[in-house]
């Protein structure tokens, strides 16, 4: 009678067997995971209360109805320049500008709601609320006009409702390399889709904050690269600061009410205007957007019979803020209009 071989040991194995390995190993990675979630996020907090203690706010903080804005106002004299930044920007992106500046005439930089030390709001993040939050912060700080509003990237949608809604108290503007209503419609679609990933990006933003990833990869640093020291190191502490980031992305979100509410208003009539254009890209990838935004903001000039177009060729969209002497050209072209707004009240003074 035959018998069958002998079954190797292999043979034995239950087919489950390596299943529940992989699972084992699944939930081993996922523990070690959930663990350094837990450490990047205590890393975050205790870096962020290192934070508040090292880096106060340089200027004051002013009540504006349930929660409190930044404001940093310095140099004497009319008109008051008032800066406006752009998206994820904070009021030390001035740094080079606002000292030049302050030499001639006084001048304030700010942070909106939620961004950087201003407190967070409950008011959309839309140019019609933030320009009501700016006019009510001027007034409750005994900032009186008239202004010349200066507004960087996003922020020239937010001077231009400025403006429309407060027309007595705005004498000059400066478009500083400022965001067009129309562009996304208009800009070329390699443009666009660079935006739409912008964008998509700062959704993430938050999250990578919380856990500590933003402030250990310093990924959002380079907004400050070039300005001096301690305006960089307050750039790279709130460029990982989670409520910052959500601010940013909210700002980004109400892009298209912004929009409606710029085309809305009406035009600047005799008031100085210089718009401002960079010359050259961040990187070479961009290479295009330069004479695609050139040609937008050529329009603008037409938003004033007084207006003039000026480009600073070595400059691109940061570093009219960031390189301390392209910074000294932004600064001299916002002199300009501070120079041209006091001609023109002087003038009216003496006219009968």
């Given at each position: 009678m035959s018998t069958s071989p002998e079954t190797p040991a292999s043979a034995s194995v239950s087919p489950g067997r390596p299943r529940r390995r992989w699972l084992r190993r699944l939930s081993w990675m996922g523990l070690g995971f959930a663990v350094l979630l837990v450490i990047g996020s205590v890393y975050q907090?205790?870096?962020?209360?290192?934070?508040?203690?090292?880096?106060?706010?340089?200027?004051?903080?002013?009540?504006?109805g349930g929660h409190r804005l930044h404001l940093n106002c310095t140099g004497e004299g009319r008109p008051t320049v008032v800066l406006e930044s752009g998206a994820a920007a904070l009021s030390s992106a001035w740094a080079w500008v606002q000292p030049e500046v302050a030499k001639t005439t006084r001048v304030c930089s700010y942070?909106?709601?939620?961004?950087?030390?201003?407190?967070?709001?409950?008011?959309?993040?839309?140019?019609?609320?933030?320009?009501?939050?700016?006019?009510?912060?001027?007034?409750?700080?005994?900032?009186?006009?008239?202004?010349?509003?200066?507004?960087?990237?996003?922020?020239?949608?937010?001077?231009?409702v400025y403006a429309d809604r407060y027309p007595g108290e705005v004498a000059g503007m400066v478009l500083l390399d400022a965001s067009h209503p129309d562009?996304?419609?208009?800009?070329?679609?390699?443009?666009?889709?660079?935006?739409?990933?912008?964008?998509?990006?700062?959704?993430?933003?938050?999250?990578i904050a919380r856990v500590g990833l933003a402030r250990a990869t310093g990924i959002f640093n380079q907004l400050g690269r070039g300005l001096p020291e301690r305006a960089f190191e307050e750039v790279a502490v709130f460029s990982c600061s989670p409520r910052h980031l959500e601010t940013t992305y909210a700002e980004m979100r109400a892009w298209?009410?912004?929009?409606?509410?710029?085309r809305a208003t009406r035009g600047l009539g005799d008031m100085p205007l210089l718009v401002v254009s960079a010359g050259s890209a961040v990187s070479s990838a961009g290479a295009e957007l330069i004479p695609a935004f050139q040609a937008l903001h050529r329009e603008m000039v037409s938003l004033s019979s007084r207006g003039q177009y000026r480009i600073i060729p070595e400059a691109n969209h940061l570093s009219l803020l960031t390189d301390e002497s392209q910074a000294r050209q932004t600064s001299a072209a916002i002199l300009d209009v501070v120079r041209e707004v006091r001609a023109t009240r002087m003038s009216g003074a003496a006219s009968p």
């Open positions: 907090a205790v870096s962020a209360a290192a934070d508040a203690r090292d880096f106060p706010p340089p200027g004051k903080m002013v009540d504006v942070d909106r709601a939620g961004v950087a030390w201003s407190e967070p709001g409950q008011e959309p993040h839309d140019a019609a609320h933030v320009a009501g939050q700016l006019h009510t912060l001027l007034a409750n700080a005994g900032e009186s006009g008239p202004f010349v509003l200066v507004g960087h990237s996003l922020g020239g949608l937010f001077v231009r562009q996304t419609e208009r800009l070329p679609e390699s443009v666009r889709m660079q935006l739409a990933v912008s964008v998509k990006v700062m959704a993430l933003a938050p999250a298209n009410d912004s929009t409606a509410q710029v």
